[in-house]
């Protein structure tokens, strides 16, 4: 899926991959889409809720080799 | 500087039944699922990505002059929010080790002393599984030992006392059973029901009606139905303390949930609770393999427990009845509510899995639904 901007996450401990992402999104323009990969298993739920908290629509997610993929699209 | 508070501290905090505000910075279902839970504590659930930008919009919701404690899943974003919290002028903590601390730690409490014996239960506060020791002349017998078998050993060397015997009361669905590895580290003989279908090597408790070592004897009360699972044995002691398993707890006796026997389950609940329990005296102790709400089923003195004559009061109900009504009774609080992930626990604990220990600790982080055993009175 194509992205505008890629959040490397992977290997941080919560909460960093969300405080990564949250920075990042602050950077893109509404409607541009946010790519994350982490490792953090608890990023699986947070970051669902967490686009959801902020009204950003999650694309697609994946879990491919223990890496977790989110694309966001900012609200 | 933003302090912690380990679990330990925290568990003699909700066993004093102290006043407690936390703040819960995990996402919402990870809340309602699951949370650490006490008679006078306060919860407050923001989760953490909502306090990114500060806390200003959550002041109006914490206590002023009060200690504030953090928590989150693994402890990472419960310090960031303590940190914030302290920077604005709070008292907080965090939580060490988070949620999974919380589920993992033992709480040891005293239960009983006299010139034969001493017997401490603990209490895994986390998930409301209980276990237990019987110290006598330097011996250790263990009652359904959880995973952390390094708290048994500890626990054993500090009474002088070397692990000999080691019992299931039956197949834990909602745990994972330190009983195995207990044994290989131990040497101690290993106890199970054969009709719970593991395939390790251990004693068949169907070949014992006493397990015997020093001044203790621990008489296996078990109505001995071969091939049924779940079976849940008692083991009295000394004549004095009933480790009653699954079959009679605080708050009643014992539902049906797994195993879809319903009927055959409740007909050995009656037999065991018609033929063996009313034949143990009131003043003799009950200690369960589980309770559900901690401050309804301590006792005075400070463990899960309470006189079998206490028990048989509260729930006349069920002691004095006739069979088929006690059949009905039990078959009529079956639960469909499953721990989570007891499919993958049972076959763990019977020896058909093997799973490393972050594995081990995913399968049983979660919600306290061990009460899910317990008839509802």
């Not at chain 2, 089923?297 to 509260?314: A, C, P, Q, T």
Request: proline fraction near 3%; hydrophobic fraction near 40%; charge should be negative.
């Amino acid at each position: 899926m194509k992205s505008d901007h890629v959040v490397d996450a992977k290997g941080l401990a919560c909460p960093m991959p969300i405080v990564r992402a949250k920075k990042a999104i602050n950077d893109i323009e509404s409607g541009q889409v946010l790519e994350i990969h982490a490792t953090d298993k608890g990023s699986k739920a947070d970051i669902a809720a967490w686009a959801k908290s902020a009204g950003h629509e999650m694309l697609a997610s994946t879990e491919e080799n223990e890496v977790f993929k989110f694309w966001i699209k900012k609200a | 500087m933003v302090k912690l508070w380990t679990a330990e501290q925290v568990a003699k905090k909700v066993m004093n039944e102290e006043r407690m505000f936390i703040l819960d910075v995990r996402n919402n279902d990870a809340f309602e699922d699951w949370k650490i839970e006490g008679k006078n504590i306060t919860h407050l659930n923001v989760p953490y990505f909502e306090l990114l930008d500060g806390i200003n919009d959550i002041k109006e919701q914490l206590p002023e002059n009060e200690e504030v404690l953090v928590v989150c899943a693994k402890e990472g974003s419960s310090k960031m929010v303590a940190e914030m919290l302290d920077e604005e002028g709070y008292t907080a903590y965090y939580l060490q080790g988070g949620m999974k601390s919380w589920s993992e730690h033992l709480e040891k409490v005293k239960v009983h002393e006299d010139e034969n014996m001493k017997v401490y239960q603990f209490i895994r506060v986390g998930k409301g599984c209980l276990s237990y020791m019987v110290v006598s002349d330097g011996e250790a017998l263990i009652v359904d030992p959880s995973r952390f078998i390094e708290k048994y050993e500890a626990a054993a060397k500090e009474e002088n006392a070397t692990i000999t015997h080691i019992v299931d009361s039956h197949l834990h669905a909602d745990h994972i059973s330190g009983g195995k590895m207990l044994a290989e580290k131990t040497g101690a003989s290993y106890y199970l029901m054969k009709s719970e279908g593991a395939i390790y090597d251990f004693l068949p408790l169907e070949d014992y009606q006493k397990i015997e070592f020093k001044n203790v004897s621990l008489e296996v009360l078990a109505v001995k139905t071969p091939g049924h699972t779940p079976g849940s044995v008692s083991f009295f002691v000394n004549q004095k303390l009933l480790f009653s398993g699954d079959t009679i707890f605080v708050s009643g006796l014992g539902r049906p949930d797994l195993g879809n026997k319903v009927r055959e389950w409740a007909k050995d609940l009656y037999d065991t609770v018609y033929s063996k329990v009313s034949e143990i005296a009131d003043d003799v102790v009950v200690l369960p393999g589980h309770y559900g709400d901690l401050d309804e089923e301590k006792s005075v003195h400070g463990y899960v427990g309470d006189l079998l004559g206490n028990i048989r009061k509260e729930n006349e109900k069920m002691f004095h009845t006739t069979k088929e009504d006690f059949l009905d009774q039990v078959e009529k609080s079956a639960s469909s509510v499953k721990p989570p992930n007891f499919e993958e626990i049972v076959a763990i604990n019977r020896g058909h899995q093997s799973v490393d220990l972050e594995q081990m600790v995913e399968l049983e982080i979660g919600p306290n639904r061990c009460a899910v055993h317990h008839t509802d009175e």
